[in-house]
């Protein structure tokens, strides 16, 4: 979501929908297509979707909408997007490992 308003923890269906520029029916049509997106409710039964949901609805409208896959098809990427992600893992972890990794063996230098 390119934004300039700070991060939130939840975002409501309208301001989702909005930002792409689509009905909200659409949302609770994808979230029985797709089980990533769970969003919580609150007292009113108002849907709250968390920056991860709202991060896989945009992915889920990339691949429908602007590419033209099937909803099986959207499916299948983000199925596999999983598993690379698993197998190569997150980028920030891996970059905050090598650099405790760095830091560590220049600790081992100093201390030899």
């Known amino acids: 979501m390119v934004s300039d308003e700070p991060e939130k923890l939840f975002y409501s269906i ?3 929908a909005g930002n792409l520029n ?3 029916s659409l ?9 990533a997106i769970r ?6 039964g108002n849907r709250m979707y968390t920056r991860k949901e709202v991060d896989i609805i945009y992915r889920i409208y990339d691949l429908v909408k602007v590419k033209g896959f099937t909803l ?3 499916r299948d990427q983000l199925k596999n997007k999983k598993q690379v992600a698993v197998i190569t893992g997150d980028p ?3 970059s905050t490992l090598l650099q405790i990794r760095s830091f560590l ?8």
């Open 72 to 74: 099986q098809g959207a």
């Open 92 to 94: 920030d972890v891996k």
């Open 39 to 44: 969003p919580v409710t609150n007292k009113k």
């Open 105 to 112: 063996l220049e600790l081992k230098k100093e201390i030899s």
């Open 22 to 24: 689509v009905n909200p």
């Open 27 to 35: 949302l609770r049509f994808w979230e029985k297509e797709f089980p």
């Open 14 to 16: 309208s301001e989702v």
